[in-house]
């Protein structure tokens, strides 16, 4: 999904639809009007509190702060207790630039709290 992912954020022109340029399925939310993609294992419905500008640069972005409303999380990532299962989920983490890291496998570690 992290080739899919990439090109949906890409810069189209106004009234584009990303799900058609990236290949997701656009799947209708329960709360909100935004639609949520099809193949995520997790996805969130979020009312917007508050967005604010991390400054005037070109990349320098926005901190948005939701209220999550509702959450849809795919069964088949859950382990025998009802969590997810960092090695099922296989989650993808963006580094900056074109650089991403898979936090999968041996990757995962598991630290136990000695208290």
Known sequence: ???????????????????????????NSQIVKPPRVGEAPVSFECKVNQVIPLGEQGGAGNLVVCEVLLMHIDDLILDSEGFIDPHKIDAVARMGQDYYCRSSGEN????????
């Open 108 to 115: 995962v570690l598991l630290f136990l709290n000695p208290m």
């Open 1 to 27: 999904m992290v080739e899919q992912t990439s090109l949906a954020s890409c810069e189209f022109p106004k009234g584009t639809n990303e799900f058609i340029k990236s290949g997701f399925t656009q799947i």
